[in-house]
């Protein structure tokens, strides 16, 4: 071996890589999935989190949205101008406000999730069931031991 080659187990497994390109065809699929009803993914992902937490402000939406705070906001004037979501302002606190789907929020995130399901029946349709479980639980795996990390 020579000396400026790293030896054989400090290279990649390719796992980093696969899971990279797996991201960047599944996050184009999603735009053309989604963009079919006038949704972005980052949207989608909005509704399903307010869908999931009820009421939530700006920068929680943000956070569990995994976008900035100033994109978030954004988002949020555009959806509300779309009539997807609503901002309730909180009784016990005038300057915080609540964003919540309104019905036709509601009923645009049933389309996109039968989208989605759709486009995850066709990723996975040469896993068998015992399969897809076992995929699930080592990524929530993988993902935990990445959140985990302290660089």
Request: proline share 2%.
């Amino acid at each position: 071996m020579k000396k400026d080659q790293p030896a054989a187990h400090d290279k990649p497994t390719g796992i980093a890589y696969l899971i990279g390109r797996i991201d960047h065809v599944l996050s184009r699929r999603l735009r053309d999935s989604l963009g079919v009803l006038g949704l972005t993914a980052a949207q989608y992902t909005a509704l399903s989190v307010l869908d999931t937490q009820q009421q939530l402000s700006n920068a929680q939406l943000a956070e569990r949205s995994m976008i900035s705070p100033q994109s978030a906001n954004e988002m949020v004037k555009a959806m509300e101008a779309r009539g997807w979501i609503e901002r309730q302002a909180d009784v016990n606190h005038g300057r915080i406000i609540h964003l919540r789907l309104s019905a036709e929020g509601s009923a645009l995130l049933r389309q996109g999730h039968a989208a989605v399901a759709q486009l995850e029946q066709a990723m996975l349709a040469e896993l068998g069931v015992d399969q897809r479980s076992e995929l699930h639980g080592q990524l929530r795996v993988l993902l935990r031991s990445l959140s985990a990390m302290v660089l």
